[in-house]
Every structure is written in C-alpha cells, then in structure tokens.
T-cell receptor, first 114, second 117 residues
Framework: DAMVIQNPRYQVTQFGKPVTLSCSQT?????MYWYQQKSSQAPKLLFH???????NEADTPDNFQSRRPNTSFCFLDIRSPGLGDAAMYLC?????????????FGPGTRLTVL | AQKITQTQPGMFVQEKEAVTLDCTYD???????LFWYKQPSSGEMIFLIY??????QNATEGRYSLNFQKARKSANLVISASQLGDSAMYFC??????????????FGKGTTLSVSS
C-alpha cells in the first residue's frame, strides 16, 4: 500500500541536543509538509517542499530546518531543541498545492525534550 | 476571526447510533477545499472525507458523509452507525484557493468523540 512513513515514532532528546526526524513516502507526491502539533492543539504548518522548492512559514523559528534530498524523503532538523519544542511532528504529502488536494499524513513522531 | 470553528469540544454517542460533528468556516475565496480528519490517541491523522467548494465530494468509507451547506458556510460530518473504534479527536480543516493564502491546512480546534457500548 502506498503510504507516508515516519521514523522514529518516539524520539527522546536532551535540551539543546540536535535531533533529526525522518519522513518517507511511496505516493510519489510532489509536495511534502511538516506540521507541529502541541498537546491538545491543532497542527500548525512549519514548512513544505514543492519538489525541491522550499517554502517556510513566516512564524517558523530558525531553530527548525528541513531537507529533501529526493522525491521520497524529507527530514526535519531541530538544531537546539528547547522544552517548548516537545510535540507531535506530523509529515504529510499531497500531489500538488491545489486547495482541492488532500494531504495524507504519516503516523507522526512524538518528540520529548528532557 | 477564526477560519474554522468547531463548537463541540466533546460529543458522546452510543454504539450503532448516528452522530453529527459541527464545522463552520470563513473564507472569501470562490475555490476552497474542506476536509475532515480523525486522530486517534496514537496520533496519526487519518483522512476521512473531502468537500470542494464546487460540490465535489470524496469519502473514504461509506459511514462518513458530509452535510455541506454553502450559504451557511457549514460542513458537518455525519457518522452513521458509530463503532467503538470511532472514539477519537476529529478535526475539520480548510485550504483556501488563493496562492497568497499558502498551502497550509487551517484546522479547527477539534471535537473529541466518545463512543460507548
């Protein structure tokens, strides 16, 4: 089955220690997104890639960066995690950027910062 | 003003009964998409149903339908014959058509559905 995969499902890191979350997809979609979802809140878009074109949301902190080495993979790097970065990180994909395109989500990575 | 409003923080229903989860939206775009997602406690965001502003609809399972009233700007999710596995958080989301609006899904605050036997 075509799907969006995220690894690891659970990640524990220490305050200030860089961490990388990974996402892969077998849907062959052009667009990949990273959302941050804090406890009891709705997901919030951090950035997305349309193919290799990176698009950052205006209020995404500089501490968050992303890489997309090929169509299938996308990474979220948190350079110096703070306690406030503890959250669920959701990767999603869609065929294009149209408003009618469904975004398909992976299972998420739950990040704990100690 | 909120773009997506879900006024029911929690809903309770018995197994096999139907339930309606409310969603209203606010946009001035002619072209937009409305989506419902289910998020169980495991965290995965599962796509349920889509409604386009031009009346096209796409549901993933026959038990889900969307009551779309464009003039009222409402897009309520109807789950028929509730099952225990339907217990989860449900998010209504919108994506606007203008390029300036970006590509983000705008989510409501969610409704927690609890199904009892």
């Amino acid at each position: 089955d075509a799907m969006v995969i995220q690894n690891p499902r659970y990640q524990v890191t220490q305050f200030g220690k860089p961490v990388t979350l990974s996402c892969s997809q077998t849907l062959n979609h052009n667009v990949m997104y990273w959302y941050q979802q804090k406890s009891s809140q709705a997901p919030k878009l951090l950035f997305h890639y349309y193919d290799k074109d990176f698009n950052n949301e205006a209020d995404t902190p500089d501490n968050f960066q992303s890489r997309r080495p090929n169509t299938s993979f996308c990474f979220l790097d948190i350079r110096s995690p703070g306690l406030g970065d503890a959250a669920m990180y959701l990767c999603a994909t869609s065929p294009y950027e149209y408003s009618t395109d469904t975004q398909y989500f992976g299972p998420g990575t739950r990040l704990t910062v100690l | 003003a909120q773009k997506i409003t879900q006024t029911q923080p929690g809903m309770f229903v018995q197994e096999k009964e139907a339930v309606t989860l409310d969603c209203t939206y606010d946009t001035s775009d002619q072209s937009y998409g409305l989506f419902w997602y289910k998020q169980p406690s495991s965290g995965e965001m599962i796509f349920l149903i889509y409604q386009g502003s031009y009346d096209e609809q796409n549901a993933t399972e026959g038990r889900y339908s969307l009551n779309f009233q464009k003039a009222r700007k409402s897009a309520n999710l109807v789950i028929s014959a509730s099952q225990l596995g339907d217990s989860a958080m449900y998010f209504c989301a919108m994506r606007e058509g203008r390029r300036q609006a970006g590509t983000a899904l705008i989510f409501g605050k969610g409704t927690t559905l609890s199904v009892s036997s």
